[in-house]
């Protein structure tokens, strides 16, 4: 029996404050990235989708993050290791478009 599927991977990218679409309140948002990884005998293998999600601290709610938007955060974030003090101005964000879901 072969034992194959697929898991998914969640790490925190960045903290990036914008104002919440579901509650209105300017604050930090968790962009996190979840990878799905194809996984054979419960050992992942390689990635079969990447993609980015804005959660509000406040709220809870999730936005998902178009993938050039999150990896360009994430590329920002590893140039810049100086992750300790995330403060508003150093990165333009802007919350994505409604997406319909
Ligand atoms: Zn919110």
């Not at 697929?6 to 990036?16: E, G, P």
């Not at 050039?68 to 478009?97: K, M, N, Y």
């Amino acid at each position: 029996m072969i034992l194959v599927g697929v898991r998914s991977y969640q790490t925190l990218v960045a903290i990036v404050s914008f104002i919440c679409r579901h509650c209105g309140v300017h604050g930090p948002k968790r962009i996190e990235k979840i990878v799905t990884k194809f996984t054979l005998f419960l050992v992942p293998l390689f990635p079969l989708s990447t993609k980015y999600l804005a959660t509000c601290v406040a709220c809870g709610a999730s936005t998902p993050v178009e993938s050039q938007l999150g990896a360009r955060v994430e590329a920002e974030q590893a140039a810049s290791p100086d992750t300790s003090t995330p403060g508003p101005g150093s990165t333009q964000w802007q919350q994505p478009p409604p997406s319909g879901r």
